[in-house]
């Protein structure tokens, strides 16, 4: 948890301020979950600050955390189109990814339990 928070704090997510009395706070909580291996196994302990959704269905989407995961399908004509047009393909892994958007207003959010 607390290296997730580091990450949010290097990549400048938020700043740290009183809570002001005339604004809507959203609340937050940590998401676990247990990456496993194809047998089965536990080789990975992940968490995710998430935002508290009100409006989220039990059951369908309230436990559940999303990223953008490539499907081998693409990657392979991906890895084609790149050999056909003689391109150099790198990779790189990538351990937190953030958009870079912008957003116009002021947006609160209330830290999560236990910080």
């Not at 609340?27 to 600050?49: M, P, Q, S």
Request: no cysteine; aromatic share 10%.
């Amino acid at each position: 948890m607390q290296e997730e928070l580091h990450q949010l704090e290097r990549n400048k997510v938020w700043h740290l301020v009183p809570i002001p009395s005339n604004r809507t706070i959203i609340g937050t909580r940590w998401v676990f979950r247990n990456e496993l291996d194809k047998h089965g196994n536990a080789i990975r302990n992940k968490v995710r600050l998430a935002i508290h959704g009100f409006n989220q269905e039990e059951g369908i989407d309230y436990d559940e955390t999303l990223g953008p995961v490539a499907h081998m399908e693409a990657i392979r004509i991906h890895i084609a189109f790149t050999s056909h047009m003689e391109f150099t393909l790198f990779q790189m892994d990538v351990k937190s990814a953030f958009l870079n958007g912008f957003l116009k207003e002021k947006v609160y959010i209330k830290l999560p339990p236990g910080f």
